[in-house]
């Protein structure tokens, strides 16, 4: 094992005090995430400030260690994986609100602020972030802005990028990128900070974000549609952002493998409500009278049902069914109870392409192996598709997950989507990002990564390999 | 006078076909736009293809001329001013709408598609671009993207670099940088299209770009409310935000030295409104239904009124009603006559500080000089505020212009505003940007530049100035 050099943790341990270096035994203590590797570096930092991140960077420069920067852990790609020889530096001590205004609608937080504090402390002024994620109570603001975290809103209010007005960051070099403005409107030169958002911390630690708020709802209320078809599926969402009475909020949809286990295990059923419908389509509006906002819902449903008779719709009126109804899109964990390890799949399709990609998709996969059903769910609002195989991941032979990824992964790029939507490139997305990128984009991500870190100290190995840089 | 060599015109020349290179006296017949200054370089090339501004980028590489592209010459701070030795590259045939799909509600485009021209296709299909500018007769999407034009509905719909989802652009070195998705999500890799958003020209020549497109409303109301102050102003933005019915499209204020101006001009008026507000207020909302709209803004006024009790309200009742209050906003030619040449500034500040930034800025133009009394208006719901001095152009010595802008530019940055919102830096607003911006963040606009344009071939001068780079 390649020990961290005692002059080099010597170093480490002046800068952030007692107690927040740890290595060895006090490393096996803290909860890896989502992947033990996570921190099989054996020495996680903790520091507390922009100037200790800094001062650690610069001293990793210094040494030659690698840094390998985590958030809340909860990156479904492996792009916190370290290895012994690297230095893991963690944000969890960065975690103040510096300023929240409830008259800009903005906050500005320190990396290692959580989805959840945040939202909690937005609430208070019935603001929201414009972003919301199941793994909200461990995904931090740093690590969303880092990994370009999209959720279930980026059809109305866009991804994190879209979300974030100001950043800072300490730049592989040590000194601090500070760009903390605080208004959406700035056209002063190059607007770098979008370099940091989505690299993964490979070309800058991130320390401050400031984070753009919208107003909060005063009500919501939630419809399950049944439906026969992806295009009546889209005709929906289209009739659900035209909603005469409030604004559409989400539009999920469920295919019927995926919706046969959710609604099988939470023995969920509706009267009127057939359960083999080939697309479940789940819709929240938002707006200021619940009664008013069913009553849309309703109106909704009579124009659906009159263009497609075959459409059944259940109608949330209480906070518990809209619950009862959230789980049947949201309790992916039944996938790998059933399934451990199986390999996911996230893709982005332009919306008139999904119905005809979905097709192709599937016919290849059950031309791979019969035995294959996917279950398949995502953010129909804006194409970005769940695919997670009913297999455990384990089991699947290496040539056969390379040819289920290749008939994922086919034709996205002409089809003008995304083989990785929200979940990014990390350890495991390398291949396919070198394979299926336009060449000039691949070759000028290198250009990037030499002018911002030629040494390759930060977060090596991810996004771009440990090719050329 | 600096002549482009003939080997390299009769290459030119070669690349776009007879009628597409265009010097001397057939320049002088083209308009020049905002500044006589953009064509000074006596010579315009207007390709027809990506292939053959690659082809010109190549050839202006191999002989060292400097290329400076130009949209609709709509740019307020001299982005596009080139001179001899230098080639213009114009965008105007590159004008066709490639692709423009309503279940989608995406729309892809050559660069020099004007904002009307996407306006009228996408208003087919009952949806708009998220963005509007008075000068979208002949802004044109490319130059929008290169400057990240702003707008008036950059509060709620985002600024440009938000509605854009793909873009392809020509590199310096003549390769094409292709990622033309039509997605709002993509994690794949390092999101460098952003690196051409907002870089006025200096690192890519762009020339496709794929825009998000919102449903349209089908209805709208507007009001005018006069205001005590800046507080009670943001207060009543809030108030439309949280509209009970409908959503809020615009909230643009109008200061009352500007009211009096075009109010006066267009001999407005209107019963129990006072003329001498503190500061104005135009409010826009779309819905289903115009009659709920104006009863709508007619609580919102009541609510307003109730905490606020000098608050006047104007509804409009009618279409020629609501051109008629927006012309009280938009009508910006006015000073311009009044004062040919008037200075004018467009800064960003955090809405919790707009109130007192104004303040100590009008106060200290005023002790700069005592007929000091500029025109302020602008977007407030974001913080976008436009001051324009009540002085003719020439007339201001040097000396007291540095005072000027000192006094309006000072402390923005350390308020979390932007010296420059939506116009960009272009030439005119190089020395500001090196001045006030972060030496870490103007190190890396360097370093990119380098990376991407080491010639400097790319709109030499412009926003990092003719420094090092």
Chains 1, 2 share one sequence.
Request: hydrophobic fraction near 45%; proline fraction near 4%.
């Amino acid at each position: 094992m390649h020990r961290l050099k005692p002059e080099f943790t010597v170093e480490i341990h002046t800068i952030v005090g007692a107690g927040n270096f740890r290595e060895g035994e006090a490393v096996a203590m803290i909860d890896y995430g989502v992947a033990p590797e996570n921190l099989d570096a054996g020495a996680v930092v903790l520091p507390g400030t922009t100037g200790e991140v800094a001062a650690i960077v610069q001293c990793c420069r210094a040494h030659g260690v690698p840094l390998v920067t985590h958030g809340g852990r909860t990156g479904l790609v492996g792009g916190g994986m370290s290895k012994s020889g690297e230095l893991v530096l963690s944000t969890a001590r960065l975690n103040r609100i510096l300023h929240l205004c409830p008259v800009e609608r903005v906050v500005v937080v320190e990396a290692g602020v959580t989805l959840q504090a945040l939202q909690v402390a937005a609430a208070e002024h019935r603001l929201e972030p414009g972003i919301d994620l199941p793994s909200r109570g461990s995904a931090t603001i740093g690590g969303m802005t880092s990994t370009n975290a999209g959720g279930i809103s980026a059809f109305r209010s866009g991804v994190m990028r879209h979300r974030i007005l100001g950043l800072e960051a300490v730049l592989a070099d040590g000194s601090v990128y500070s760009d903390l403005t605080r208004v959406v409107k700035n056209a002063a030169g190059y607007d770098l900070k979008h370099l940091f958002v989505g690299a993964e911390g490979t070309l800058g630690v991130i320390t401050r974000i400031a984070v753009k708020l919208e107003p909060q709802p005063l009500a919501t209320a939630t419809v399950l549609f049944g439906l026969a078809s992806v295009d009546a599926a889209l005709e929906t969402v289209r009739r659900g952002l035209d909603a005469e009475y409030g604004h559409l909020r989400a539009a999920e949809a469920v295919w019927h493998s995926y919706f046969r286990l959710t609604s099988s295990h939470h023995h969920w059923s509706a009267a009127d409500y057939a359960t083999d419908h080939p697309v479940n389509l789940l819709m929240t509006l938002g707006g200021a009278d619940e009664t008013a906002l069913q009553s849309e819902l309703a109106r909704i449903y009579e124009d659906v049902v009159a263009v497609h008779p075959d459409t059944s719709a259940v109608i949330a009126f209480s906070g518990a069914q809209e619950a009862d109804l959230w789980r049947l899109r949201e309790d992916t964990d039944l996938i790998y109870r059933q399934h451990p390890g199986a390999p996911s799949y996230d893709v982005s399709i332009p919306l008139s392409q999904v119905a005809s990609y979905l097709e192709r998709c599937l016919t290849d996969l059950k031309a791979i192996d019969a035995a294959l059903d996917p279950y398949v769910f995502g953010h129909l609002a804006d194409g970005n598709l769940h695919i997670v195989l009913n297999s455990t991941g384990g089991d699947i032979p290496a040539e056969k997950a390379r040819a289920v990824e290749e008939a994922i992964y086919r034709g996205i790029g002409e089809l003008g989507g995304s083989f990785s939507a929200e979940h990014g490139i990390g350890a495991k997305r390398v291949a396919p990002l070198s394979a299926l990128s336009n060449p000039a984009k691949l070759a000028l991500m290198h250009r990037i990564k030499g002018a911002l870190d030629a040494p390759a100290l930060l977060n090596p190995g991810k996004v771009l390999g440990a090719g050329r840089i």
